[in-house]
């Protein structure tokens, strides 16, 4: 009884779709791309964890997370654009065992990430981090953008927020140009400043927390809205 029921259903569905097909086409449409991607990702995923075996054998492992096209020497990028040494998408489990990795690094990554995410992200590095290994990254500093915007000086986010689309739309009063900076379109998902990045990694099981200054042996693309914090791993 209950599979005649299913049947009629989707038979139902069927039906709708067919005599609303050009409505239903524009409404799925972004949908369906979303899904096509969403596949994309899991089935390079597979493939680039089979890749990844081999850099087990790397001593020190160092990991450069969101990468991009960026390589440098004695590290391993990862990312899903760009040219990395792995196409991983990060939103799913690191493929390296526990306690196997030396040192993480990531340069204005995590904001591309949604909350859950970043937590996730955090946690699999605690993961797979060798006992005292470390973790450092940058992400752009909230904190003296909201507090130029609560005072209304709108000149000072004009001058640090250099790059708002031409065509004016984010570039009317502080808080477009605010929207524009933490956001992005749907590009930046998640906002940071020097207390949160801290206690996003005292959440995942770090210690020694803090926030650093700007190492060039380190990172590699000082910009003014950064904040860098780093801590170590110790199950102690």
Request: contains cysteine; aromatic residues 12%.
């Amino acid at each position: 009884m209950n599979s005649l029921r299913r049947c009629r259903e989707c038979l139902s569905l069927l039906q709708a779709i067919f005599l609303y097909w050009p409505e239903f086409r524009d409404l799925a449409r972004p949908h369906l791309r979303a899904i096509r991607k969403e596949a994309v990702l899991y089935q390079t995923y597979r493939c680039n964890v089979k890749k990844a075996r081999k850099y087990l054998r790397v001593c020190p492992l160092r990991l450069e997370l969101g990468s991009g096209s960026f390589r440098r020497s004695g590290w391993v990028g990862i990312d899903v654009v760009g040219d990395p040494e792995l196409e991983l998408d990060l939103r799913r489990p690191l493929p390296f065992p526990d306690n196997s990795v030396d040192e993480i690094h990531s340069e204005h990554f995590l904001e591309h990430l949604c909350y859950s995410e970043v937590t996730h992200v955090l946690r699999e590095c605690w993961r797979v981090l060798k006992e005292g290994g470390m973790i450092s990254f940058s992400v752009p500093n909230m904190r003296p953008y909201l507090q130029a915007y609560s005072v209304g000086d709108v000149a000072f986010l004009r001058e640090r927020v250099y790059d708002t689309p031409r065509d004016g739309r984010y570039d009317r009063c502080g808080l477009d140009i605010i929207n524009w900076f933490a956001l992005r379109e749907g590009d930046h998902k998640f906002m940071f400043d020097d207390e949160n990045a801290v206690l996003r990694l005292r959440e995942a099981g770090f210690v020694g927390v803090g926030v650093r200054e700007f190492d060039p042996e380190r990172d590699y693309n000082r910009r003014s809205s950064s904040v860098y914090v780093q801590g170590a791993k110790s199950f102690r």
